[in-house]
Each structure stands twice: as C-alpha cells, then as structure tokens.
C-alpha cells in the first residue's frame, strides 16, 4: 500500500527538482504500471519506497510507515514488508539460484528448518524447478529475473515493486514475465507496482497505469498506455 | 541470534580472510610490528621508572637535630617525624655512628683530630614519593629541636628523576596513541577491501532487511581473528625479544648495576594490554570501514 501527497524531491548535486508534487494512492492488493519517459522521475518514486533517499516535502507512507519520518533503525523492518526487483537482476554471481534466495532469508534471521521449505516452494511458483544448483550465469535472462522475483517473495512481502524489468529482456521473455508478476498478484494478494516504458505490455495486460512526466503525474487511469498526444 | 546464523556469520568472517589473503597477511603483520614497538616502549619506560624508583630510595633526606639536646632528647623526635606523610623510613643516627661512617668512606689522612662532637646526632630519612620532598622537607623543618636550615634534601636531583620519568611516559604515550591509530587505519583498510569485493551482497542485505549489525558482523569477526592473530603473534615476539635482550643486559652489566625487571612479572598484564589493543583494532577497523555501506 502507497500513500503520497505532494512529494517533492530535490536532487542538490544535479540541481533537478525530479519529483514535484506527485500524489498517488494505492491499495492492497492492486497491480499498477507506473510509465513515462525517462528522466521523468519514475526510479526517484522507487528509491523512495524503498527508503533509499528521503523527500524533501510532502506526504509518503509505505505499508503504514512513514517514509519521510522512519528511523534508520526501522528501515530494515519496513524493507521486510517489500520486495524489490530490478532492471539488471542483481543475484549474487558466486550462489547458486538456490543460495540466492535462500539468503534473503537467511541475513533476516530465518531458521534453516523454514528456509528448507519456503525456497522450493517460491521457485517453484515462478516456474524454476529443477534449477536450484544453478548459478546465475549458467541461467537465460527471463530465468535469472525469475530468481530475482523469487527472493522478491521469499519473505512474504506485503507489496513488490520492479524498476524496469523487462529492460534487459527480449519481448516474449518480457510478456511472460510480466504474466507472472499478474499471477502473483491474483493468487498472493501480493500489491505489485512495475515501472516500464514498454507500450505494447502495458496495454497487454488492462491493469491500472500512472503516467508521470518531468515529475508531475499527468494521468492515472486503468486500461492501455497513455499518451501525452491524446490530450 | 540464533545459533544457525552466528555460525554463518563466522563462516563469512573467515571466508573473507581466505579470500584476501595479502592484505590479511599484511594487516596481521602491521598490527604486529606496531604491538612490538609499542610493547618495546612500555618495556623501556617500565625499566626506566623501576631503575628511577631504585634511586629514588638511594635519595635520602638528612635531619640535622639540634646540638643543645641530648642523644635520648634527640631520639625522642622519632614519632613525630614518623607522623609525617610521604615518609618511608626514619633511622637515627647518633654522632658516634656518624663518625665511624664518615671514616670509613674518606682515607685516613683527613681522619687524625677528628672528634666524635663534630659530628651532630640526625636521622636519615627516605620518602615514599620524591616528586613531594620540597614541602616534606619543609614539614620536618618545622620540628622542635630541627629547624629550618637543618635539613639536607637533594631537591634538584629529585627533580631531575621527576621531569625523566614524565618525559619517558609522554614519550610512551604518544607512540601508544599513534601507533594505535596506525594499525587501526591499515585494518581498516583491509576490511574495506573486502566490504568492496563484497559490496552488491551488502546492498542486497540492505534491500532485503538484514540489520546493520547483522551485516557488520562477518566483518568484526574477520577484524577480530586478524587483530587477535597479530596480537598473539606480536606478544610471542615481544616477549622473546625482551627475554633475550635482558639476559645479555645481566651478562654485561652485572644484577647489582643494572636491574632488569623479570618478564614473570609483566607478561600478564602485557598479554592483557595487547589482547585488549587487538580487540579495539580489529572492532574499530571493521566498524570504520562498514560505515559508508550503512548510511541509508
Ligand atoms: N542521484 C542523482 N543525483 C542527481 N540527479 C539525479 C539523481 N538521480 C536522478 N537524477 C535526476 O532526476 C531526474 C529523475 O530521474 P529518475 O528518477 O532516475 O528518472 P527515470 O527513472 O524516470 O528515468 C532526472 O533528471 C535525473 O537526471
Ligand atoms: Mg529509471
């Protein structure tokens, strides 16, 4: 669940004003495609979700934390209640696809008796079976990012947020990738919010699409991509 | 924490050190040498106040009594001098013994004459602490049957043995100080080594909700085994050198001239120090070179 009201970040070095009221509200539970061209401040909105950067003005709560406000201490409580994807993978080249999840669970705490069973259980709902030994890079692109959705879910997050990605993925890749994040999101309840520029996926699958430009959100709507040239 | 993860965080601390092995060796070794010269100091300075104390207590203060009282008057004087702080040991010495000393020490040529009342009945004196003897000796002054002007102290030696004994503890200090911050500025440094190689696993941590500390750990227990391994290693070092330096000390000088402080003696709280001195490197080093990955 997201809750933003005028947020407003600055990026001092660069002098970028990236996000300049920017209000949205999602709830439990729904699928949302957050578009717009680049630059226009969609990667400055997931930093923000994941406490990676604070706003400088306004309103942002994050699974009922309050992203502006939180303790550096709290951070890794709030992060457990998110999965995070992005663009280039981000798997750990040394461990195998097993390990890979496994540790997220593991540097939370988890005991080994639960980690034994979630694992299986999670690459298994995204399909990859059979290719626990695997390391990363003997893995297709579409299979590695299933990896990353996997550890995504392993510690049952309330909400999944991917910057880009089907950036690094042929368009049938892309498609099913995206068909899995739509499945997730039925049979878990799982809130998933994707950050794209992919036209064609976007209006593939009919979900809700914020469309944000130069750090002002100019439509929030369901159904295909929107376009600045409709207006 | 539970059990499985302390052990997969100490398997991660030594796995690192296996995976670094030159800067591992080299931190080991600097932290080492930096035990060696530290602990060869505060051997010197131990030495050195040990062989200013042996002096210190050669420095005797020597009251002169009053000649129009009598021996048994004299003697009489004993309690309250003894009665003053910072004193260590009162003897009396009637002028007969007086006589007989100073015979003894000159040759016989200055000797004929000499009359046993030329010399006055006193009491030596030595204190507990000579940095004090000017107001110690202005106290026995102010005795009855003493008086000013009647007492000998040796004021400037003693203040000489003071200013060596503060010179050689800075000195000591300030090697310890910057010594320290050397080794832990090359642990640091290693650690950050591997923080680096292992920086997209730590941002992986993070992203996922492990605690800093859980993330700090492998590294304190990778700053923990090499500053315990240097510190171990530097001991064995030092101890050796110092054992074997103090026995040709004793071969050439002689016990009596020169009195070396056994290793017995010191090797517990020396052990102690450096334990505690690798164990503040090794925490302080990894500590240090996390804290950049930890901001957000
Ligand atoms: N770390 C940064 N420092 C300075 N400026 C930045 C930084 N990150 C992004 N920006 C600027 O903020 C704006 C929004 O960037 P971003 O959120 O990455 O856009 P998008 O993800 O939509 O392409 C851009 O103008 C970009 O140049
Ligand atoms: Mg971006």
Do not use: W
Not at chain 1, 83 to 102: K, T
């Amino acid at each position: 669940m997201i809750q933003m009201k005028k947020v407003k970040v600055v990026y001092r070095s660069s002098d970028t004003v990236a996000l300049d009221g920017v209000s949205m509200s999602i709830d439990e539970g729904e699928f949302v495609f957050l578009v717009g061209p680049s630059g226009s401040g969609k990667t400055t909105i997931m930093k923000l979700l994941t406490g990676e950067i604070r706003a400088d003005a306004g309103q942002i709560v994050v699974n009922d934390f309050d992203m502006r406000h939180i303790k550096v201490r709290k951070l890794p409580k709030m992060r457990r209640t998110l999965g995070v994807v992005f663009q280039d993978f981000r798997l750990i080249d040394n461990m195998s696809v097993y390990d890979n999840v496994a540790f997220a669970m593991r540097v939370t705490g988890a005991r080994n008796k639960k980690i034994k069973q979630r694992v299986p259980e999670v690459l298994a709902l995204v399909g990859l079976e059979g290719r626990e030994k695997r390391m990363p890079k003997e893995l297709s692109g579409g299979e590695q990012q299933r990896v990353a959705i996997a550890r995504a879910l392993v510690n049952n997050p309330r909400m999944i947020v991917a910057d880009e990605p089907t950036g690094n993925l042929d368009p049938v890749r892309s498609l099913e990738l995206m068909l899995l994040l739509e499945k997730i999101n039925e049979d878990t309840g799982t809130t998933i919010l994707v950050v794209t520029h992919e036209k064609e996926l976007v209006n593939a699958l009919n979900k809700r699409v914020i469309y944000i430009s130069e750090g002002h959100v100019l439509s929030d709507r369901k159904g295909g991509y929107f376009d600045e040239t409709e207006q | 924490m539970r059990l499985n993860s302390s052990a997969y965080l100490i398997r991660e601390g030594f796995r690192s050190i296996g995976t670094h092995r030159f800067m591992s060796f080299a931190s080991v070794a600097i932290i080492m040498a930096c035990l060696i010269i530290m602990g060869s100091f505060s051997l010197v300075t131990e030495n050195i106040n040990a062989a200013i104390h042996a002096l210190e207590n050669q420095n005797e203060v020597v009251a002169y009594i009053d000649e129009t009282l009598s021996e048994d008057e004299a003697r009489a004087l004993q309690p309250q001098i003894e009665a003053i702080d910072n004193i260590a040991t009162v003897e009396f010495v009637n002028r007969a013994a007086a006589m007989q000393n100073f015979m003894s020490n000159f040759s016989s040529y200055v000797q004929e004459g000499i009359d046993e009342t030329v010399f006055r009945n006193r009491f030596v004196i030595t204190l507990e602490d000579i940095t004090f003897m000017a107001q110690t000796k202005v106290q026995i002054e102010a005795i009855s049957g003493i008086g000013a002007g009647n007492v000998l102290a040796h004021l400037d030696y003693a203040k000489a043995f003071v200013t060596i004994r503060n010179v050689v503890s800075v000195i000591s200090l300030v090697m310890i100080a910057l010594l320290t911050f050397i080794s832990i500025f090359i642990m640091t440094n290693t650690i950050k080594l591997a923080t680096f190689s292992r920086r997209e696993e730590i941002a992986i941590m993070r992203m996922v909700g492990a605690t800093n500390s859980f993330i700090r750990l492998p590294f304190v227990v990778e700053g923990l085994v090499l500053g315990i391994l240097g510190g171990a290693l530097g001991f064995a070092a030092t101890a050796g050198l110092y054992q074997l330096i103090s026995r040709r000390v004793v071969a050439s000088f002689g016990e009596a001239l020169f009195n070396v402080v056994p290793l017995s003696q010191i090797a517990l709280p020396m052990f102690a120090a450096y334990m505690a001195l690798s164990v503040v490197v090794g925490v302080f080093g990894a500590v240090n070179a996390i804290r950049d990955y930890l901001k957000v």
